[in-house]
């Protein structure tokens, strides 16, 4: 009898964020996936160190390359060492930090092996956007408001996605921080900005204002940008 994938968000870093049902799916999997790329090495692993038990760990390797066939070919050998658990009748859990259906490698894996016939669950996870904005105290959008989720890092049509109405997350920024936060001043949406760093994990910063950030700046991976319409929000519920 074939095993069956689950797909488990560990959420942004805390390990408190962890779902009930992932932490259940993590417990009861016989092997434990992990992607290994250039923004979240270990990172998901350490989130559910705690639940691993000696389990049987698959590292899973996703280049961070800009030509596309690197990256498919990466998905692949993922998928075939997934179905060889799989074939052997093993459960494998495949975490990711975040939710699994958002920028997440884990759905090209997805594809691939649900394609093929196998069995799969997808168990979601809270979002770095969403821990920020709690973080933060702000609520990402109300009433009638557009939310618009900007993937800066691999986004050529940037400027369009910048001038959608509504607030805006900016994620996935690469080493383009200091120049998409540029395009939000020359916006003037500059007041309306707040920024958190490594929301949840250890060494979180949280900047309520351009200038807080300007004054003590930190980019990489686990930066999260929140841009509010016509500048600071209340907070939720205020």
Partial sequence: MRGTLYGIGTGPGDPELLTIKAVKA????DVIAAP???????????????????KELLECRFPMDKEIEKRQEARRVAARQIIEFLDNGK??????????????????????IVSKGYSAQIIPGVTS???????LGIALCEGDD??????AGYCENID???????????????????????????????DGIKIACR???????????????????????FTVAIVCRGGNL???GG
């Fill in 199 to 221: 929301v949840s994990m250890d060494g979180q910063r949280l900047y309520k204002n351009i200038e807080e950030y300007e004054a003590s700046p930190e980019a990489g991976y």
């Fill in 129 to 135: 956007y969403a821990a920020a904005a709690a973080a």
């Fill in 91 to 112: 459960d494998v859990g495949f975490v990711t930090l975040g939710d699994p259906t958002t920028y997440s490698t884990y759905m090209y894996v997805h594809e691939i």
């Fill in 234 to 236: 209340p907070p939720a």
């Fill in 160 to 190: 369009k996605l910048l001038d959608q109405p509504g607030n805006k997350v900016v994620m996935k920024f690469g080493n383009n921080l200091a120049h998409i936060l540029g395009k939000l001043k020359e916006r003037g949406m500059g």
């Fill in 36 to 54: 290994k790329t250039g923004g979240e090495e270990g990172a998901a692993l350490s989130i559910i160190e705690k639940y691993l038990n000696g």
């Fill in 146 to 151: 557009l939310l618009t989720v900007v993937p």
């Fill in 26 to 29: 993590i417990q009861t999997c």
